[in-house]
């Protein structure tokens, strides 16, 4: 019986969502200011925060960062769990 929350690509809610997690977590540059964004930060949407505050448009595999496909709610997580 599926759920829900039934993951549904490499444990992600969509290839898009595991795309954006995947450049974060790979491109070198990304990944230490996502990490150096998150020492600080105390507010409720850290992805959308630091797409806006770094200026990422699309991943190197052509995904938006504001492609409405994506989990906002995974991807703040994933913020959340850098530290």
């Known amino acids: 019986m599926e759920t829900a929350t039934r993951k549904t690509y490499n444990g992600w809610a969509n290839?898009?969502?595991?795309?954006v997690s995947l450049f974060i977590n790979n491109d070198w540059a990304a990944y230490e200011q996502a990490r150096?964004?998150?020492v600080d930060y105390k507010g409720r949407t850290p992805f959308q925060?630091?797409?806006d505050?770094?200026?990422y448009i699309s991943t190197s595999d052509g995904?938006?960062?504001n492609d409405p496909k994506l989990s906002k709610r995974e991807l703040n997580a994933m913020m959340r769990e850098l530290l």
Do not use: H, I, Q, S
């Not at 290839?15 to 795309?19: A, G, K, S, V």
């Open 36 to 38: 150096g964004f998150m």
């Open 63 to 65: 995904v938006l960062f």
């Open 15 to 19: 290839r898009e969502t595991w795309n």
């Open 53 to 55: 505050a770094y200026g």
């Open 49 to 51: 925060d630091f797409t």
